[in-house]
């Protein structure tokens, strides 16, 4: 229930069920716009280590003896860098920008939640979006950082919202 703040209801917290919608629906979206980038990187990528490794193929055949062949080169690198920019790129434009505009994403809207300052009601300003989706994808690698709503029964609150000193609302 919202308590009273100054005469005015105070947000509810929302619940772990609206965020995981709200994380599954930025998550699917994320994950078409970064497959339809990365399928086209990854089989350039492959393409040119299969390239060095019939090259080196034919340099060993020719030469009777064993080619070493070194898969990550410039191209490879390269090919990781323009993917990793893509997604650094989609998480400021679908995540950090939204969130500090309005507090919500496209997934968040639909489960009717927002993320505000920890202290007040407006969406946070975009040095706490950076660092709340910096954690947030710390959190993701490491695993426990998605349970952490889950160890805040009262606020919810995750490693990325205690960092980023936000927190998650009904809208």
Do not use: N
Request: net charge positive; glycine share 10%.
């Amino acid at each position: 229930a919202a308590g009273r703040r100054g005469g005015v209801a105070a947000p509810v917290v929302a619940g772990l069920g609206r965020r995981l919608v709200a994380r599954a629906v930025d998550t699917a979206v994320f994950a078409v716009v970064a497959v339809a980038a990365g399928v086209p990187l990854l089989g350039s990528a492959l393409a040119h280590v299969q390239e060095k490794v019939e090259r080196a193929q034919e340099a060993a055949r020719l030469a009777g003896r064993h080619t070493q062949v070194w898969l990550v080169d410039s191209v490879t690198l390269g090919k990781f860098g323009a993917l990793l920019g893509v997604l650094v790129l989609l998480g400021v434009v679908y995540e950090i920008l939204p969130t500090s505009r309005t507090g919500q994403t496209f997934g968040k809207r639909l489960a009717r939640i927002k993320v505000v300052d920890a202290a007040g009601s407006r969406p946070p300003r975009v040095g706490r979006s950076v660092a709340r989706w910096l954690v947030r994808q710390v959190g993701v690698l490491l695993v426990l950082g998605l349970l952490s709503p889950l160890l805040d029964r009262r606020t919810r609150r995750a490693w990325h919202d205690r960092a980023a000193r936000t927190r998650v609302v009904r809208a």
